[in-house]
T-cell receptor, first 109, second 115 residues
Framework: GENVEQHPSTLSVQEGDSAVIKCTYS??????FPWYKQELGKGPQLIID?????GEKKDQRIAVTLNKTAKHFSLHITETQPEDSAVYFC????????FGAGTRLTVKP | IAGITQAPTSQILAAGRRMTLRCTQD?????MYWYRQDLGLGLRLIHY???????GKGEVPDGYSVSRANTDDFPLTLASAVPSQTSVYFC??????????????FGPGTRLTVL
């Protein structure tokens, strides 16, 4: 089955800096790659997603890139703010969604 | 609109006891899912249901059962709880299951401790 690896497990940045989280997947048939943000005590919430026919997608300060050949995709957050502090999960899906282990992002004011 | 609600919020349970975690959604979504979240392992799918009346096994189904009598409710039952089932459990739903690119909406979670 699909295996998703996510790095780093923790990431600390200064407010205003950029943050990058990377994921790799094993099943070349996966065609949907969402990113979820989980704040303390809450369930994960979708922040951005990308389909396999697209290489990059942006939404304000967040962007996701996908390299199908290398089977990896990344989340980029620019101009980070303290409210970006959370755990971020990547996932890969061809029907059965598999999640990465998560990245705890801390943005220091 | 509440979205997805889960009950209880948290529970401490003696090993060997039976426990049902409740999940209700009001979005009329066809598909529903149960995940467990453990530190360092992310979210792992326990069981899913593509539509009312059908269920399927996920990545870690052993020790759990589900039912889907109607569109809105998707309870998860631990027939005889064991300490390794200590986890945070999330219920989720999505509008359709036939397409893989389909946003899942998550509930607030149930923190379960089995002693």
């Amino acid at each position: 089955g699909e295996n998703v690896e996510q790095h780093p497990s923790t990431l600390s940045v200064q407010e205003g800096d950029s943050a990058v989280i990377k994921c790799t997947y094993s099943d070349s048939a996966s065609n949907y790659f969402p990113w979820y943000k989980q704040e303390l005590g809450k369930g994960p919430q979708l922040i951005i997603d990308i389909r396999s026919n697209v290489g990059e997608k942006k939404d304000q300060r967040i962007a996701v890139t996908l390299n199908k050949t290398a089977k990896h995709f990344s989340l980029h957050i620019t101009e980070t703010q303290p409210e970006d502090s959370a755990v971020y999960f990547c996932a890969a899906s061809k029907g059965d969604m598999r999640f990465g282990a998560g990245t705890r992002l801390t943005v220091k004011p | 609109i509440a979205g997805i609600t889960q009950a209880p919020t948290s529970q401490i349970l003696a090993a060997g006891r039976r426990m049902t975690l409740r999940c209700t959604q009001d979005m009329r979504h066809n598909a529903m899912y149960w995940y467990r979240q453990d530190l360092g392992l992310g979210l792992r799918l326990i069981h899913y249901s593509n539509t009312a009346g059908t269920t399927g096994k996920g990545e870690v189904p052993d020790g759990y059962s589900v039912s889907r009598a109607n569109t809105d409710d998707f309870p998860l039952t631990l027939a005889s709880a064991v300490p390794s089932q200590t986890s945070v459990y999330f219920c989720a739903s999505s509008a359709r299951s036939t397409r893989s690119y389909n946003e899942q909406f998550f509930g607030p979670g149930t923190r379960l401790t089995v002693l």
